[in-house]
């Protein structure tokens, strides 16, 4: 079993939380324009990845907030809490500055380094005490 | 019926060849459904240049996890084509593979809990009637006559309503019906190459020319892809995308018992599906976890809601001891249905997304398959489960009558 750390009400155990499945998939802009290839790219087809995995979670019986989290779908690591709407932290830009000595800043949008491990610790730490995310730009409302 | 002894078998069943720098066909994927399609390759259009690559031991992925329940009573007509096709296989394998694998028709009751269960169940009766698969409707009293040990009485959180009834539905020795493939695929001629695991494709434009292994480079006119848990991963070496989720899914077994479970019983609605192996264990499967994991082992809950749902329709399995739990890493698409085809890629086919459910589809996967790698073109068994229907919207939701909720 899972013990995730809600960024409301810290751990708790999976059975408390509802899976949302893949991260940062965002409506289309324009549905009018899809052609059905595309709409079926987005009803149907979603990463499956096998490593690094940034998916949602609903804390079902807690705050009732989605968030987002990074897992490895192998070892089942979790490996950051982030708000929804915020940057995968380990795939956002490279900032320059940081990108040399893999020290990210602590705000919760910020774009952190590559894969290092340090970063998406910091990331971790600085989300779980944002205030929770009352948007879901991505769609989240399951 | 039960406690039989489990067939002798010669000490090597196929050989250990190193892999031919080329084929005319290489199947990836060493489960039950790659040595399936192997054996049809050779078997039903004399294609026997061809080599089955398995990145582990034979047969060591969900073929060996299962719990072998075969039965064919699926809803839809293109779902109850292709599973009934597969158990009228299953009926003749053992003779045609001359290997018993002790497939063991001894019925198979799906049960009904809530009048929206009642109502769907005879739905499907009606259906598998019309469809030409044995279906009954039982009553709790006649549930009970098949299978004593059900609790029937109604003051259960979800008391037995009724349960539909395939008599013709029943279990097999899963790792011996790979064995059974593999030694008659060798035979044939094929090469079964174990800890050989494809870690690339080679193409030429859009068509594939050969897959890259731990064991070197080999060359090859087709490939079909039997990876049940990883399709996704080798479909994104070759350069697409499959509408799969790969999710763990558990399976337990008790210590051996005296028989006392004379058939297979499985509830979606409480969830559990239990049927006593041969030699006296205990089978139950249990649920997938909701996430995405490729870690063949799942979440302690899901076995722990799992075996209250048994523990309240058998209440003698109260008595009985855990004696080991596995996960096996089962890929599943949106509509509970397999699929099998084309892929965007030239010469490459896939054959995946079978779920929860495809030990009992393996001989007509094989067979469909077969045909399509063969030919290029669908089996007309396999053509409604094209990768295109994600596309076209021509979907075969099984979820019902894949019979377990997930
Ligand atoms: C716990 C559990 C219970 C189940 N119960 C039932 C049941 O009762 N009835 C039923 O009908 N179905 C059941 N199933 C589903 C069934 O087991 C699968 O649908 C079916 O086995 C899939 O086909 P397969 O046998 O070829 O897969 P597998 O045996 O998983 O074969 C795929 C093979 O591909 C290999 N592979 C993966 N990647 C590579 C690579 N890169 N290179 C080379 N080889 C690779 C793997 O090692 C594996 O051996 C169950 C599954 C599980 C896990
Ligand atoms: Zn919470």
Redesign the interface.
Same mark, same amino acid.
């Given at each position: 079993m899972l013990l995730i750390s809600c960024p409301n009400c810290g751990s708790r155990d999976e059975t408390e939380f509802h899976y949302g499945g893949q991260a940062h998939v965002a409506y289309p802009e324009n549905p009018n324009e899809l052609n059905d290839r595309e709409w079926a790219e987005f009803l149907f087809y979603r990463d499956n990845t096998k490593g690094a995995f940034a998916e949602r979670w609903l804390h079902s019986t807690g705050c009732r907030q989605w968030f987002n989290m990074l897992r490895d779908t192998v070892t089942y690591e979790i490996q950051a809490v982030y708000p929804m709407g915020t940057p995968r932290p380990d795939k956002a830009a490279p900032a320059p500055a940081a990108s040399e000595s893999g020290t990210a800043s602590t705000a919760p949008d910020s774009t952190t380094t590559g894969s290092a491990g340090p970063s998406i610790a910091a990331t971790s730490i600085a989300t779980s005490t944002a205030p929770p995310s009352t948007t879901a730009p991505e769609g989240a409302t399951k | 019926m039960m406690a039989d002894l489990l067939p002798e078998h010669p000490d090597f069943l196929w050989r250990n060849p190193e892999p031919k720098s080329s084929y005319d066909a290489v199947i990836v994927g060493g489960g039950g459904h790659g040595l399936a399609t192997a054996y049809f390759l050779a078997k039903n259009h004399g294609m026997t240049n061809i080599a089955v690559l398995e990145k582990g031991w034979l047969a060591g992925g969900n073929m060996a996890r299962n719990t072998t329940i075969i039965r064919s009573n699926y809803l839809w007509d293109e779902s109850a084509a292709i599973y009934e096709h597969a158990l009228k296989l299953w009926e003749i394998l053992p003779e045609e593979l001359e290997y018993d694998f002790l497939f063991s028709q001894r019925g198979v009751m799906n049960l009904a809990h809530t009048l929206g269960d009642v109502r769907e169940s005879m739905r499907r009766v009606g259906a598998n009637k019309l469809n030409g698969v044995d279906a009954e409707w039982l009553d709790p009293q006649q549930v009970k006559e098949l299978c004593p040990i059900l609790n029937i009485s109604d003051n259960i959180r979800y008391p037995v309503m009724g349960a539909t009834y395939q008599p013709r539905a029943g279990i097999a020795k899963h790792d011996h019906v790979a064995w059974a493939f593999a030694r008659k695929c060798d035979e044939l001629g094929v090469d079964i190459i174990q800890n050989c695991e494809v870690t690339g494709f080679i193409k030429d434009g859009n068509r594939v020319t050969g897959v890259k292994t731990n064991q070197g480079t080999i060359n090859t006119e087709k490939v079909g892809l039997c990876a049940a848990g990883?399709s &996704?991963?080798l479909a994104e070496m070759a350069g697409f995308? =499959?509408?799969?989720? &790969?999710h763990p899914l558990q399976a337990l077994v008790s210590e051996l018992h005296e028989p006392v479970h004379p058939t297979v019983v499985m509830s979606n609605h409480v969830h559990v599906y239990v049927s006593q192996a041969h030699k006296g264990e205990l089978v139950m499967g249990a649920g997938v976890d #909701?996430?995405?994991?490729?870690?063949q082992r799942g #979440?302690?809950?899901v076995i722990e809601h799992q075996m209250a749902a048994a523990v309240e329709l058998f209440p003698i399995f109260a008595r009985a001891h855990v004696l080991r739990t596995w996960g096996g890493i089962v890929d599943t698409t =949106?509509d509970a249905s397999p699929i099998v085809g084309t892929t965007p890629v030239d010469n490459m086919f896939v054959n995946c997304g079978w779920g929860t459910g495809g030990f009992k589809g393996t001989p007509a996967a094989g067979l469909t398959f077969a045909h399509t790698i063969a030919t290029g073109t669908p089996h007309h068994l396999n053509k409604p489960f094209a990768l295109e229907r994600?596309?076209?919207?021509a979907l075969i939701d099984e979820h019902g009558a894949a019979a377990v909720a997930h």
């Open positions: - | 990883h &996704s991963v995308r =499959l509408p799969i989720q &790969s #909701s996430y995405n994991g490729y870690g #979440s302690f809950h =949106l994600f596309e076209t919207g």
